[in-house]
């Protein structure tokens, strides 16, 4: 089993990126997929999953309305849009996957089987 996230790079404020997580050895649509990052000195986070029962998206309160969480089925694939970055949004970026993954445990780091290597995001002018 194996994820791969990609797309990260540097981009100024206000700049757009689309995250990709690409899985290998499992079907992501029956997992619940999650979106974490962390920055240096801080401890991984959070920010986006999409439950596997109904494909529903989930985000925390600080990009709410400017990413976008979403999976093509057939590119067994996981995207994550992220619109209107902010400086405070740099860190690495991760995808992880998870069969077991319940909305409880959907944000926590111990909720998932497989994890991508990440990818790095920094927005800086």
């Known amino acids: 089993v194996q994820l791969q996230a990609y797309g990260g790079g540097l981009v100024q404020p206000g700049g757009s990126l689309k995250l990709s997580c690409a899985a290998s050895g499992l079907t992501l649509a029956v997992t619940t997929i999650g979106w974490f990052r962390q920055a240096p000195g801080k401890e991984r986070e959070w920010i986006s999953g999409?439950?596997?029962?109904?494909?529903?998206?989930y985000y925390t309160d600080s990009v709410k309305g400017r990413f976008t969480i979403s999976r093509d089925t057939a590119e067994n694939t996981v995207y994550l849009q992220m619109d209107s970055l902010k400086p405070e949004d740099t860190a690495v970026y991760y995808c992880?996957?998870?069969?077991?993954?319940?909305?409880?445990?959907?944000?926590?780091?111990?909720?998932?089987?497989?994890w991508g290597q990440g990818t790095q995001v920094t927005v800086s002018s």
């Open positions: 999409m439950r596997r029962t109904d494909a529903r998206p």
């Open positions: 992880a996957s998870g069969y077991r993954t319940i909305l409880s445990t959907m944000t926590m780091v111990s909720g998932y089987d497989y």
